[in-house]
């Protein structure tokens, strides 16, 4: 079963080819380069180093946020013309599972996944044992912090846990540990999450898609203003 992952949600984004579950390919997107010039050539590349066509593939997966409402727009839309050309499903992943899937898969029990949303606010998400304890949410660190206490250690993942590793160190002293890549690259960790649900029986539609925005758009948080 191949699966074709894309990640465009995070500046470091990326494009993961997998067979049967295990990557075979992972490549980075150039930073300097938008996502809607990338695509979808990027993929085609990928996709023509093993032989392969967009025909062949039986999964395609997309990160679904949080992160970049246009970059998060663009990736979702590319890998849905592609599903429906294909005829193929379209299964969504959150970012922040595949950075707990990446500290998990390390024997990490308990992860903290830490992603930047700007305006001195991170998403983030606390995960034990592979599963999501503290739902998603998006606020200033020492706020977020308050919800990660107690033992054993958390090991933060994610650009979020190294713009904010100073708040973090602080607030829980010993009791945190961090990543040594301060981006970990998780469209490998996306593609093999799809492949896993694929295999599970997930078969869903392409406009089925449900984005993570977490954060509300700044159009519509304008508007609330101007209402307010």
């Given at each position: 079963m191949w699966t074709l992952a894309l990640d465009t949600t995070t500046r470091r984004g990326g494009a993961a080819l997998a067979l049967d579950g295990e990557v075979v390919e992972e490549i980075a997107s150039a930073p300097d380069r938008s996502a809607a010039a990338r695509l979808p050539g990027e993929l085609m590349t990928l996709l023509g180093r093993h032989g392969l066509h967009t025909g062949d593939l039986d999964v395609f997966a997309?990160?679904?946020?949080?992160?970049?409402?246009?970059?998060?727009?663009?990736?979702?839309?590319?890998?849905?013309?592609?599903?429906?050309?294909?005829?193929?499903?379209?299964?969504?992943?959150?970012?922040?599972?595949?950075?707990?899937?990446?500290?998990?898969?390390q024997g990490r029990t308990r992860v903290a996944t830490w992603v930047n949303a700007w305006r001195g606010e991170v998403f983030a998400a606390l995960y034990e044992n592979g599963r999501q304890t503290v739902a998603p949410v998006v606020d200033r660190p020492e706020a977020v912090l308050v919800k990660m206490t107690g033992s054993p250690v958390i090991w933060f993942m994610g650009?979020?846990?190294?713009?904010?590793?100073?708040?973090?160190?602080?607030?829980?002293?010993?009791?945190?540990a961090f990543e040594t890549e301060p981006e970990p690259l998780v469209v490998g960790s996306i593609a093999r999450l799809a492949a896993q649900a694929a295999r599970a029986g997930a078969n869903p539609a392409p406009h089925a898609i449900v984005p993570l925005y977490v954060r509300r758009p700044d159009a519509e948080l304008a508007k609330s203003r101007q209402r307010g």
């Open positions: 997309v990160a679904t946020g949080p992160g970049s409402f246009t970059g998060l727009r663009i990736g979702i839309a590319t890998m849905q013309g592609l599903a429906f050309a294909t005829g193929r499903p379209l299964i969504g992943i959150s970012g922040l599972d595949a950075l707990a899937d990446i500290a998990t898969r650009d979020g846990a190294q713009t904010y590793r100073s708040n973090i160190a602080a607030a829980l002293s010993a009791g945190a």
